[in-house]
Antibody
């Protein structure tokens, strides 16, 4: 069964870069029709889609974050990554890595990791 | 972007009752590409319904959904204790993918 696990620092200082990795187990990251994505949830709030990446490198991202987001896939390690630059307190959230269908529904979710932006 | 509104924010029911949750889109959702997710406290969301009405694998048949265009509904029949949670709707008919603010179903 496919499993996703987020990893990365739980605390990031304002103006610095948030970096997260999602490890995929129980299956290959080279799924031809699916995408790998990131969704975040600020404390007590709803869900926000950050972006999605295909193992080939094709990316769909949220225009609201586009200027600050970089996503990549490492097929040799079966992982994919997120970088969010110039973070502020508004970026404090639980970050989930997800498997999305080609259409965009989130079929599988990691357990999530809380990232707090604070000095 | 398509804005999804879920109201009210909280609904209260007794176990065994039927819950009907609403999700309204600011514009028509292409192909009725709406999904519903359940999120229990401290857990990640899980997919319940996709393409507007199709139950995901392993989801009990007391969960059903319907709708088209801009109005979508999730119905939970015979509420069980494990069903008291937050429910999110999502549209994936166009990018950016967007979610509603969620509806909490709690115990009366």
């Amino acid at each position: 069964q496919l499993q996703l696990q987020e990893s990365g620092p739980g605390l990031v200082k304002p103006s610095e870069t948030l970096s997260l990795t999602c490890s995929v187990s129980g299956g290959s990251i080279r799924r031809t029709t699916d995408y790998w994505g990131w969704i975040r949830q600020p404390p007590g709030k709803g869900l926000d889609w950050i972006g999605s990446i295909h193992y080939s490198g094709r990316i769909y991202d949220n225009p609201s974050l586009r200027s600050r987001v970089t996503m990549s896939v490492d097929t040799s390690k079966n992982v994919y990554s997120l970088k969010l630059t110039s973070v502020t307190a508004a970026d404090t959230a639980v970050y989930y890595c997800v498997l999305l269908s080609r259409e965009g529904r989130a079929d599988s979710w990691g357990q999530g990791t809380l990232v707090t932006v604070s000095s | 972007e398509i804005v999804l509104t879920q109201s009210p924010g909280t609904l209260s029911f007794s176990p065994g009752e039927r819950a009907t949750l609403s999700c309204r889109a600011s514009e028509s959702v292409s192909a009725n590409y709406v999904a519903w997710y359940q999120q229990r406290p401290g857990q990640a969301p899980r997919l319940l319904i996709y393409n507007g009405f199709i139950r995901a694998t392993g989801i009990p048949d007391r969960f059903s959904a319907s709708g088209s265009g801009t109005d979508f509904t999730l119905t939970i029949n015979r509420l069980e204790s494990e069903d008291f949670a937050v429910y999110h709707c999502q549209q994936y008919g166009s990018t950016p993918l967007t979610f509603g603010g969620g509806t909490k179903v709690d115990i009366k």
